[in-house]
């Protein structure tokens, strides 16, 4: 691929430690504009500390690591620098006020719980409850018209068992707000490699017919991920398939804090 905007780093936790091996194999393949977007530190109450994110104090050392990546391989590659994080409405303005110092360049939008991870549900949790989807569609709707995220990663990870039509009526609905928000969906290629329940067909016969800007994500936790390109293949042949539009390039926005 040209452009990766979803790579992770060792502070999360569950990622490999080398950030320079994700720069050398996005290298080794052609890709052109590697983004890295860790799993963000979240300024909870209580000092709970999530054991899939970095901390906090961790945050200046990611983004200096990386800058100082992006001044090395400059001319070789584009390196920017983000996040992945979750839209909690009670911690995000603190969020991003955490964020705001530091020289980061884009968020990514992907949504693990509802309410919160501290008191709310995970979203890969097999739920026939009509209402649970509605509150994952109406929190990232909210998330998208904050206008703090350059893409929706994985927007079809909340894991719906009940009826079709309904899951369908409801991501038509979620992915209309993100086009009307131009916020791009992307397809997740570790989801699609791992045979998670994501990428969903459904979802994205919807964001065909909305007709949503869509872009392939490694969703890089490992440097070696990004050397397959029989997935890559994969990934681009759902997208043809179904007809949806591809876009490689994000524009990318840095988040205001209020
Ligand atoms: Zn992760
Ligand atoms: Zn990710």
């Given amino acids: 691929m040209k452009t990766n905007y979803h790579t992770h780093t060792w502070r999360c936790n569950h990622a490999e430690p080398d950030e320079r091996a994700y720069i050398e194999a996005a290298l080794s393949t052609g890709t052109r504009v590697l983004g890295f977007s860790d799993h963000t530190p979240y300024p909870f109450d209580d000092g709970h500390c999530s054991g899939f994110r970095m901390r906090c104090d961790q945050a200046q050392d990611y983004v200096d690591t990386l800058s100082a990546l992006k001044q090395e391989y400059r001319g070789e590659i584009d390196i920017h620098i983000g996040f992945e994080a979750e839209y909690y409405p009670r911690y995000f303005s603190r969020l991003l006020s955490l964020l705001e110092p530091l020289g980061y ?74 086009r009307s928000c131009g916020v791009p969906l992307e397809i997740n290629l570790l989801g699609l490699g791992t045979h998670r329940h994501y990428p969903r067909e459904t979802f994205w016969e919807e964001a065909a017919v909305v007709g949503n800007q869509v872009i392939l994500g490694w969703d890089a936790h490992q440097a070696d991920w990004m050397k397959q390109p029989e997935l890559e293949a994969a990934g681009e042949d759902m997208i043809r398939r179904l007809g949806l539009h591809r876009i490689q390039y994000l524009t990318l926005v840095r988040p205001r804090s209020k």
């Fill in 105 to 178: 360049e884009y968020l990514n939008l992907g949504q693990h719980f509802l309410g919160n991870e501290v008191d709310g549900p995970y979203v890969c949790t097999p739920t026939d409850d009509p209402d649970m989807l509605e509150r994952y569609v109406r929190q990232t709707s909210e998330a998208l018209n904050t206008g703090a995220f350059s893409c929706f990663v994985h927007p079809d990870i909340f894991r719906f068992t009940g009826n079709e039509r309904v899951y369908r009526e409801k991501m038509r609905n979620l992915c209309r707000e993100a």
